[in-house]
């Protein structure tokens, strides 16, 4: 083979493979590599419904796209039959209607237990007994007002969760006309069970929220940490803003109304009365945002700090550190200041002021 031969040869193989390069080129263009190829997401479940009086939604990823609505409606409707004082049947108002209750439910004596956990943490603060005093108190912008002739001490016989003895086999109350109510924790401890529920069914990311209380755990739909909305001040001169914070495996609630509240010796006070000495409340704080390891620990901190004040919510962060805290408040002069824990300010979406 002569040497033009030989260069033609070699002169249409590399043609071939060139025209195969291109060609396997503009088949493959616009086509990402097979490790570039988009991930297949969990699916997506989310549902809502009414309970306790509010809103709730559960929100999680799973893979098989299973709805768990109907268990869930399931729970809650046992949940409230048993602690509940708006059915009528309901264990708690049996109790509120007489000394003794035999045969209490598991729910209920959980729940009765853990309130017992938090009033001795809270020194008598978070007390579900205290709708005694509620009866005998009405706010206003213009102040607080009690009921002419209305002895406090006497009606303060009738509060203290003390007073409230809880065994497997019954509950009994030593004072007939104490009056119990979860109106206020029920809720993060109804939140905790649900969560319970989803992860007894493999459920690992998910958001729950029952009203102002919100539990988080594990990612998103998009690998994130769930974000949830929160109250806080932009400036120091008091103006109020929406901003977010991202939770990490932890609950928040938030309590307080900085709408709503009466001005005394300077001071905006919420209407927030105190079930250890029967009055309201003469500390500033006007709102708490707490963040804690379970709904039921968050919500109970979030509505006791309301009646500590916030000088003592302060000493508290210091000294525990399974909670986080964002404060609103206001001394004299009724300039509104804001308390963020340190730890906490990384998984905020805003710079604290």
């Not at 264990?91 to 007489?98: G, M, S, V």
């Not at 009921?147 to 509950?171: A, E, F, N, P």
């Not at 307080?256 to 009466?262: L, R």
């Amino acid at each position: 083979m002569n040497s033009n031969a030989r260069k033609n040869i070699i002169y249409s193989l590399v043609l071939f493979a060139l025209v195969v390069l291109v060609y396997a080129y503009r088949t493959r263009e616009g086509k990402p590599e097979a490790e570039e190829l988009p991930k297949s997401e969990s699916g997506k479940v989310s549902f809502s419904g009414k309970t306790m009086g509010t809103d709730y939604q559960v929100t999680y990823l799973d893979e098989e796209n299973r709805n768990f609505q109907a268990s869930v409606d399931s729970l809650l409707k046992v949940f409230n039959q048993s602690i509940s004082v708006y059915e009528p049947t309901s264990e708690i108002n049996q109790l509120n209607l007489r000394d003794t209750l035999l045969s209490p439910s598991p729910i209920l004596v959980s729940v009765l237990t853990e309130a017992d956990r938090m009033y001795g943490l809270t020194s008598g603060a978070l007390d579900p007994t205290q709708q005694a005093i509620e009866k005998i108190w009405t706010f206003s912008p213009s102040g607080a007002r009690l009921q002419d002739s209305t002895d406090v001490g006497k009606v303060l016989s009738m509060v203290g969760l003390k007073k409230v003895i809880v065994t497997d086999t019954l509950i009994r109350k030593t004072n007939s006309g104490i009056f119990l109510d979860f109106s206020r924790s029920g809720k993060g401890y109804a939140v905790d069970l649900i969560a319970g529920l989803l992860e007894r069914k493999g459920i690992k990311n998910y958001l729950i929220q029952i009203g102002g209380e919100n539990l988080a755990k594990g990612l998103n739909e998009k690998d994130e940490l769930w974000k949830i909305g929160l109250l806080y001040l932009a400036d120091s001169m008091g103006k109020k803003a929406e901003g977010v914070v991202a939770l990490q495996d932890k609950a928040i609630s938030t309590t307080g109304n900085f709408e709503q509240f009466y001005t005394k010796d300077s001071v905006r006070l919420s209407f927030t009365l105190d079930p250890r000495t029967g009055y309201p409340v003469t500390h500033g704080l006007l709102g708490a945002t707490v963040i804690g390891p379970d709904a039921k620990t968050a919500d109970a901190m979030a509505d006791a700090l309301m009646v500590l004040g916030w000088r003592e919510a302060v000493r508290l962060d210091s000294s525990r550190t399974d909670l986080e805290m964002l404060l609103i408040y206001n001394e004299k002069g009724g300039k509104l200041k804001q308390y963020v824990s340190p730890e906490l300010t990384r998984y905020l979406s805003f710079q604290v002021k």
